[in-house]
């Protein structure tokens, strides 16, 4: 909560409604929420984002897929909603069931299935939407205006009420683990992304789809965006520490509006990124074979070279070893009617996780089984 009202406030004026630490005024709906209840509040998210989707239902979407490849679309689509039911968090038989109505030509029935899905999570739906092969006869036609009008609405839903929400790289499950030692080029999957857990509603949602290459992130001191690391492989040479990155990206999200910004693509391999907030303005500090030196994003995801004084606060480090543990206090969240922090929990043989606190309250644990950071986690 922001500071009390005024005492100079007549006490005959209604008072305004308290306000977020972000300017925003608490609405009653907000002001009503918990602040991290033993239950999930319903609301926008999931409940768990690292749970796999109960075997069941695992098992009838394959069902649905059989029936699927031959043509059976009627009992390709039984199969799927049971699934659905089977786990209703499990929503990769909505997706089919859109594209088994797209095979028929069914586009209205396909095009309510697919607005159904982007309100319920827009990431990563929205991208699977839009690369799904066989949902791309409606890319052409009068109903895809519909589904752009949806995506822009779920876009704007599922960025609400992101200001006092905790952003962390979180490990979806198992990596795909690089050799300890030898040299070699290894393709890099941590099955990693950037996610926001909501102390009022103790609900997640995934705010980036990279193919799960997220290393790291940093919030800008705005609060608005998001900026984040990515890599495609671990260069390994003949010595066990000569250790660089290729393949680097830097992207940027805008939280309200899920809008992301071109990715910047830093050539050649990358022994260490730092990003760092200076004033409103994040700079990338990039020791490189190809590019070295100071730089901050321009037009067009390019980037443009810095003098090298400027120092940043509250920074993200990557190396070829991952991102280094988040430094310095315990970061504070406090969304109306909650305080909260929420800090890293590193333990030898153990995940890196994020812990979350509130006076009060259970403290709630991210990342146990697989891992979790605030600023990101180590290449496994």
Same mark, same amino acid.
């Given at each position: 909560?922001?500071?009390?009202?005024?005492?100079?406030?007549?006490?005959?004026?209604?008072?305004?409604?308290?306000?977020?630490?972000?300017?925003?005024?608490?609405?009653?709906?907000?002001?009503?929420?918990?602040?991290?209840?033993?239950?999930?509040?319903?609301?926008?998210?999931?409940?768990?984002?690292?749970?796999?989707?109960? %075997?069941? &239902?695992? *098992?009838?979407?394959? =069902?649905?897929?059989?029936?699927?490849?031959?043509?059976?679309? $009627?009992? #390709? !689509? /039984?199969?799927?909603?049971?699934?659905?039911?089977?786990?209703?968090?499990?929503?990769?038989?909505?997706?089919?069931?859109?594209?088994?109505?797209?095979?028929?030509?069914?586009?209205?029935?396909?095009?309510?299935?697919?607005?159904?899905?982007?309100?319920?999570?827009?990431? %990563?739906? &929205?991208? *699977?939407?839009?690369? =799904?092969?066989?949902?791309?006869?409606?890319?052409?036609?009068? $109903?895809? #205006? !519909? /589904?752009?009008?949806?995506?822009?609405?779920?876009?704007?839903?599922?960025?609400?009420?992101?200001?006092?929400?905790?952003?962390?790289?979180?490990?979806?499950?198992?990596?795909?683990?690089?050799?300890?030692?030898?040299?070699?080029?290894?393709?890099?999957?941590?099955?990693?992304?950037?996610?926001?857990?909501?102390?009022?509603?103790?609900?997640?949602?995934?705010?980036?789809?990279?193919?799960?290459?997220?290393?790291?992130?940093?919030?800008?001191?705005?609060?608005?965006?998001?900026?984040?690391?990515?890599?495609?492989?671990?260069?390994?040479?003949?010595?066990?520490?000569?250790?660089?990155?290729?393949?680097?990206?830097?992207?940027?999200?805008?939280?309200?509006?899920?809008?992301?910004?071109?990715?910047?693509?830093?050539?050649?391999?990358?022994?260490?990124?730092?990003?760092?907030?200076?004033?409103?303005?994040?700079?990338?500090?990039?020791?490189?074979?190809?590019?070295?030196?100071?730089?901050?994003?321009?037009?067009?995801?390019?980037?443009?070279?810095?003098?090298?004084?400027?120092?940043?606060?509250?920074?993200?480090?990557?190396?070829?070893?991952?991102?280094?543990?988040?430094?310095?206090?315990?970061?504070?969240?406090?969304?109306?009617?909650?305080?909260?922090?929420?800090?890293?929990?590193?333990?030898?043989?153990?995940?890196?996780?994020?812990?979350?606190?509130?006076?009060?309250?259970?403290?709630?644990?991210?990342?146990?089984?697989?891992?979790?950071?605030?600023?990101?986690?180590?290449?496994?």
């Amino acid at each position: 909560m922001t500071a009390a009202l005024l005492a100079a406030v007549l006490a005959a004026t209604p008072a305004a409604p308290p306000a977020t630490p972000s300017g925003k005024p608490a609405t009653p709906a907000t002001a009503a929420r918990g602040c991290l209840p033993a239950a999930p509040l319903p609301g926008l998210g999931v409940v768990d984002p690292f749970r796999p989707p109960d %075997p069941k &239902a695992t *098992e009838l979407n394959s =069902a649905g897929k059989s029936y699927y490849r031959d043509g059976k679309w $009627e009992e #390709a !689509r /039984i199969e799927y909603r049971a699934a659905e039911t089977a786990d209703p968090t499990f929503l990769a038989p909505r997706l089919n069931i859109a594209c088994s109505f797209v095979r028929q030509e069914r586009f209205a029935e396909a095009t309510a299935e697919v607005e159904a899905l982007l309100a319920r999570a827009y990431v %990563p739906w &929205a991208r *699977e939407i839009l690369e =799904a092969f066989d949902l791309g006869a409606l890319k052409p036609r009068p $109903e895809m #205006a !519909r /589904i752009r009008r949806a995506m822009t609405t779920a876009a704007a839903a599922w960025g609400a009420e992101l200001d006092d929400a905790v952003l962390f790289v979180g490990r979806a499950r198992a990596p795909l683990k690089i050799p300890a030692t030898g040299p070699g080029f290894f393709i890099l999957n941590p099955h990693q992304e950037v996610y926001a857990f909501l102390p009022t509603t103790g609900r997640f949602r995934q705010l980036t789809s990279e193919d799960g290459r997220v290393l790291a992130l940093l919030r800008t001191p705005d609060r608005r965006r998001v900026v984040y690391v990515t890599a495609e492989k671990l260069i390994r040479g003949a010595k066990d520490d000569d250790l660089a990155l290729r393949g680097v990206a830097i992207g940027e999200l805008t939280l309200a509006t899920m809008t992301a910004e071109p990715a910047i693509r830093v050539a050649g391999d990358v022994r260490r990124l730092e990003l760092a907030a200076v004033g409103a303005m994040v700079t990338f500090r990039i020791d490189g074979d190809r590019v070295s030196g100071l730089f901050r994003r321009a037009d067009r995801g390019a980037l443009d070279p810095l003098p090298p004084n400027p120092r940043g606060k509250g920074g993200a480090i990557v190396t070829a070893r991952g991102a280094e543990p988040a430094a310095g206090p315990p970061l504070r969240i406090a969304p109306a009617g909650c305080q909260a922090t929420a800090r890293e929990i590193v333990a030898p043989g153990k995940p890196r996780t994020v812990v979350v606190s509130a006076p009060g309250r259970s403290p709630r644990r991210l990342g146990e089984q697989f891992g979790a950071g605030l600023v990101g986690l180590p290449i496994p």
